[in-house]
């Protein structure tokens, strides 16, 4: 599957050093205006990280958005958006003495096994690179959220990150099998290297014995708060019970080793390998916003579901 979504929708395509990537946006409501600079400033928070790093790749890509459809005078049409970026620093023959050579801990093996085929410069669409097109239809996303008042904000404790939701209003998310937290997960979870999820306002909160897990209601409902701890993270029931929505998800390290990796052969054999080209050391600065763009996808849908359900505008 290439394509998140089922009312507000993302499909992507295009692998690590082939020309192009990209993707196309379908579902989102006409007359939205497009913020090229929240794009832009999206994109670079992908590209750098939070904090500079000399950890992250030494790949340096303009990621500039050339748009094919879906806009016009800066606003959407309703139709389909679809978008690319042109790969302009791609380097497919330093990843050669991958071609036959699959690394440990990587989707190499696996993607051979299903397809009986594999792009092995760089990955191909198992690379980070991909998550660029993610951004772009998380920034849009993020666009129509803001006109209904929802905010996302993130936060990194080295490899786990932490996600809050801001007014997302109760009643969004469907129970049994489309619950909120489980679709949260289910964008999280395909971003590459993610390993964990949880719901809560502390990543441990569901440790909590059973006189303490309960959130209490506050005395009255004319606060802002509904209840005086959030330890479900804003979902009870798989649904928004309109406090903030707070999620963490842990992501394991980069496993390319430049220094050299002992590879299997497609015979069998093993053989170390120096692999070469860009790859990131320590990804964690480029992953907040990466998590923030699925998180976004999944409530845009989630929400325009919850209106359909409602006969909402």
């Known amino acids: 599957m290439n394509t998140f979504g089922t009312l507000f929708r993302l499909t992507t395509f295009g692998e690590s050093h082939g020309t192009a990537l990209g993707g196309i946006v379908d579902g989102c409501p006409a007359g939205l205006v497009i913020d090229h600079s929240l794009i832009a400033a999206e994109l670079l928070r992908r590209r750098e990280g939070d904090t500079p790093s000399p950890l992250t790749t030494r790949r340096h890509e303009a990621d500039e958005v050339e748009w094919l459809s879906g806009i016009l005078d800066g606003k959407t049409l309703g139709t389909p958006i679809a978008f690319v970026i042109h790969n302009s620093d791609q380097r497919p023959a330093d990843y050669e003495a991958l071609r036959d050579c699959f690394r440990p801990g990587h989707a190499d093996y696996t993607y051979m096994q299903k397809y009986g085929t594999r792009d092995y410069r760089g990955g191909g669409r198992a690379s980070g690179r991909e998550t660029a097109a993610r951004v772009v239809g998380g920034s849009i996303a993020k666009m129509w959220l803001k006109e209904q008042h929802v905010a996302f904000r993130t936060h990194r404790d080295g490899r786990l990150i932490t996600c809050t939701i801001s007014g997302l209003p109760a009643g969004i998310g469907s129970p ?3 619950r909120l937290n489980a679709r949260l997960a289910y964008a999280v979870l395909s971003i590459p290297s993610a390993q964990s999820f949880v719901t809560g306002e502390n990543p441990n909160d569901w440790q909590l014995p ?4 309960p959130d209490q209601w506050t005395p009255q409902s004319t606060g802002s708060n509904l209840t005086l701890t959030n ?3 804003g979902i009870q029931g798989g649904i928004s019970n309109g406090m903030p929505v707070v999620f963490h998800v842990g992501f394991h390290s980069p496993v390319t080793q430049p220094q050299g990796m002992t590879c299997r052969k497609a015979d069998g054999t093993l053989t170390t390998v120096a692999p070469g080209g860009r790859h990131d ?7 907040p916003v990466i998590v ?10 989630s929400l325009m579901a919850a209106k359909a359900y409602n006969q909402q505008p």
Request: proline content about 0%.
């Open 231 to 233: 330890h479900c993270g």
């Open 210 to 213: 059973n006189d303490q897990y």
């Open 292 to 301: 923030e763009s699925m998180a976004a996808l999944a409530v845009a849908d």
């Open 281 to 287: 050391v320590d990804h964690s600065s480029r992953l």
């Open 176 to 178: 049994i099998f489309d």
